[in-house]
């Protein structure tokens, strides 16, 4: 039985920073008439095409570019229910152009909460959400600096608190506005959802329907393509991506910034540095850096060994970033496409070789759109199309049990300046290239110290022995 092409069809992108996302985004557009919406939080930014990775004008080939470069630096990046908003409005006008939409950006919890229809943030924690009307008028507290909002949730909720990292301005400003409607701690009314139903008064009904909820439908039919490319290489062109950034002018760009800032700080605007602009990868990293070459205060030296040290930072917050990205596709979107019946929507495509873009990319993704378009031919099974596929498309089983509060604990290593809220990201971490590498020069470092020191007490013993 033949299928009718979809009526009002939507393409997203998705996968980790680096991996080709809209270079593919562009030759599905050039092939199907598409414009591109831009799903990258980052992206939104006017300005800082360096640190905020935008795609150049000449990479664009004149294929329209929407939400990239639309928001100012003074403001802060949008909450997921803005972005949904703002996208189907840019969606309904590219269709009514009689275009294509294709989604693109590495902001996955925008994309999934695009793709699906009246997904509540209180189905998932992890998920931010827009504040109730008049939330902030009648508890200020929720305007604070975001140090304030942790000391706070810290107070009132320990648990919650020792959950997020200390940055994520919006799941702490939520967990205390949790508190702060309901009079109990979200650590409680989450935990009390795995054993009963909780009302939205934050009551808790331990005799209701306790089965799972329909899974929430899409909201149009839309094929995705996941780019993936396997730790190691992407790993390597990460790290090469880093160095490009500073040749093309990485440092302008933090300078612009930092002075932002300070003609902020003159007008009397005070600015909150843990969001925003301000958290994008490679500027609180050349911060230093770049401080000290304006400053001409530093050695040829010492500026090489703060040089040396941000680069190592930007590629390790880099790697973190693309791993972060990639759990939650296997952790959050496939399962979610699971629940819905909607897993042959999703199709891995292996871009590990990237001097074989063309052919291991491009051409199949070309092939399944236009059989998803058109109807033309039955579409595969995702998971046949190659064993890596096989591997990472069956949705993974410990989704429920990951984000358990007994798992919940929060550290912190000083040592690479990097913050992990799961055990399970804490032992990927420790046991990863970047930190045993910096753990080798630190011990290293330790080490010499140690000897310098050991040397110095005996050359002093020798002195105080030797007579007058």
Known sequence: MTRPPPKSPLIAVIGATGTGKSQLAVELSKRYNGEIINGDAMQLYAGLPIITNKITVEEQQGIPHHLLGYIGLHEQTWVVGTFVKRALSMIEEIRS?????????????????????????????????DFVPDTKQQWPMLDELTEVLLNELRRVDPIMADRWHPNDRRKIQRSLEIYLQTGRKASDIYAEQRKGVVSRDGSVDLDADQSPPDAPPMRFPTLLFWLHADSDNLRDRLDMRVEKMLADGLLEEVKELSAFASSQATDGVEIDQSRGIWVSIGYKEFQAYAAALQEGRLSVRQLEKLKAEAIERTQIATRQY???????????????????????????????????????????????????????????????????????LIPRRDYDHAATPEKWTRQHCELCDVTCVTEDQWAMHVNGKAHRKLSSKAKKATAEAISQATADVAACNKNVERPP
């Open 322 to 392: 693309a791993k972060r990205q990639l759990r939650w596709i296997r952790i959050k979107l496939v399962n979610a496409l699971a629940q819905a019946d909607a897993s042959n929507n999703l199709y891995l495509l292996n871009g590990t070789d990237i001097s074989s873009f063309g052919p291991d990319v491009v051409a199949p993704a070309l092939e399944l759109a236009h059989s998803f378009l058109t109807a033309s031919s039955p579409m595969p099974n995702p998971t046949s199309l190659s064993a890596i596929a096989s591997e990472m």
């Open 97 to 129: 152009r009689g275009k294509l939409p294709i989604l693109v950006g590495g902001t996955h919890y925008y994309t999934q909460s695009l793709l699906f229809r009246d997904r509540l943030a209180e189905e998932d924690h992890n998920e931010p959400k």
